[in-house]
């Protein structure tokens, strides 16, 4: 019978990653409404400018994944991440006091820069702390910053906005990172066996739990043959044109919303907060069945596919219906969030421990490249056409491609051992 798993792990580990993504999250997002504000008047930032600012962060975001993931892999995640707290608080708050659109050019590509080791370092910290059939959860824990943190900050940053203007905005809002940077150094431990909190048999049994999921799994030499694989390159292209879509609507959803007859800033944050409200509920979900059944594929492909369905009728209804589009909208923004945690824990199921924190990050990459597409092309397209339909029908074709890539390279078969459908991947470690 296997041991059951320390539950401190849980209680110690995952309110501190959940906040320190969450304040990740924080710095990334209102840029969405300081752009929707007076920010642009006030810095004579034009449409198509506004559009490069919002992608911008991306473009940063883009190239330094894999190396953050290398440190966070072979020396630490918690380092790495203590860093970035500091750096990203700085520039977060730095927003506030520009003066020209090209120094808020160099602060966005810079913030991106220092936030893109953030997220392949927090997944490389919980494959070292959090087995197989957990995996799931803890990747929706810690993702569920990215949608818990918009709802709230939305509402926030509308009335910091109407009370203090966005310079106080962006000051407030980054001080927090420079706080909690302490507190996270305090209360992580990158492995088990550094963790004083727990016993001497809680962490060798939490070690050899996981240290015996690699044996199933055949080696891979190095990071240019995992990367080379062609399900890690399938990857890549499925979370690119995922990200388009993710972060076109996040970007741009409360300059869409501030467009409709009689809307205030305030108005604006309410509305903008609601999809992420079932954002939350559906990543809780899917997390839940997904490690259930061990089961990943059927846990990602569906939600995608009725984002895209829903962001092609609010491309039918365009302004016939303030109301049924934003239904729409709401629906898409929640289907697209919910399958993050089953999407994460495809690859370290797939790969060794010595490539797959390099796999996640090359994804992730990819997926900072799509958001950089999705944040800019959104805004031009909303520019140029006078409406929202043009990106509405943009980012449905990109959800519905990624759907069916997820739905056409990853198989999965019945595990005579577990009894649950699992990824039928043992081929990983092959060349492409």
């Known amino acids: ?146 949608p818990v943190t918009v709802l709230w900050m939305s509402i926030v940053s509308g009335y910091f906005l109407h009370l203090f203007g966005w310079r106080l905005m962006f000051i407030i809002e980054g001080l927090p990172s420079l706080i909690w940077a302490f507190v996270w150094y305090k209360l992580v431990n990158d492995h088990p066996h550094q963790a004083k909190w727990l016993t001497p048999e809680e962490r060798e049994d939490i070690e050899a739990e996981l240290a015996a999921e690699q044996k199933g799994i055949k080696p891979v030499k190095n990071y240019r043959e995992a990367f080379r694989h062609k399900k890690v390159i399938a990857l890549c292209a499925q979370y690119f044109l995922w990200s388009i879509g993710v972060y076109g609507f996040m970007m741009w959803l409360p300059s869409i919303l501030k467009s409709a007859p009689d809307m205030d800033i305030v108005t604006t944050g309410w509305l903008s907060s609601v999809p992420y409200l079932l954002a939350i509920i559906g990543m809780v979900t899917a997390s839940y069945f997904s490690d259930k059944l061990l089961n990943r594929r059927d846990f990602v492909w569906p939600f995608l596919f009725f984002g895209a369905i829903a962001f092609y009728g609010s491309f039918l209804v365009g302004s016939s219906s303030f109301l049924i589009s934003y239904i729409l909208l709401v629906v898409a923004g929640g289907m697209m969030y919910a399958p993050y945690g089953p999407f994460f824990a495809f690859i370290p199921e797939m790969l060794p421990v010595n490539v797959a924190g390099g796999a996640m990050a090359l994804i992730n990459s990819f997926g900072a490249l799509g958001s950089f597409v999705g944040a800019f092309l959104v805004g031009l397209l909303n520019s140029y056409t006078g409406d929202y339909g043009a990106s509405y029908l943009f980012m449905a074709c990109s959800l519905l491609i990624a759907s069916g890539i997820t739905y056409r390279v990853f198989s999965v078969k019945k595990s005579t051992k577990e009894g649950a459908l699992i990824a039928n991947d043992h081929d990983l470690s092959a060349r492409a």
């Open 1 to 146: 019978m296997a041991k059951v798993l320390s539950a401190k792990r849980w209680y110690r580990l995952m309110p501190v990653v959940f906040i320190t993504y969450s304040l990740a999250y924080l710095d990334r997002a209102n840029f969405s409404f300081g752009s929707a504000s007076s920010m642009a008047s006030d810095l004579m930032i034009t449409p198509a400018v506004s559009s490069l600012l919002g992608a911008l962060f991306f473009l940063g975001y883009f190239f330094f994944q894999v190396p953050g993931a290398a440190y966070a892999e072979k020396r630490s995640a918690k380092r790495l991440v203590f860093v970035s707290l500091i750096l990203w608080g700085f520039l977060a708050a730095a927003t506030g006091m520009l003066s020209d659109p090209t120094q808020l050019m160099v602060v966005r590509f810079l913030l991106g820069v220092v936030e893109s080791f953030v997220m392949p370092a927090m997944l490389v910290f919980l494959c070292h702390w959090f087995t197989k059939k957990e995996r799931s959860r803890a990747n929706t824990v810690l993702i569920l910053g990215n």
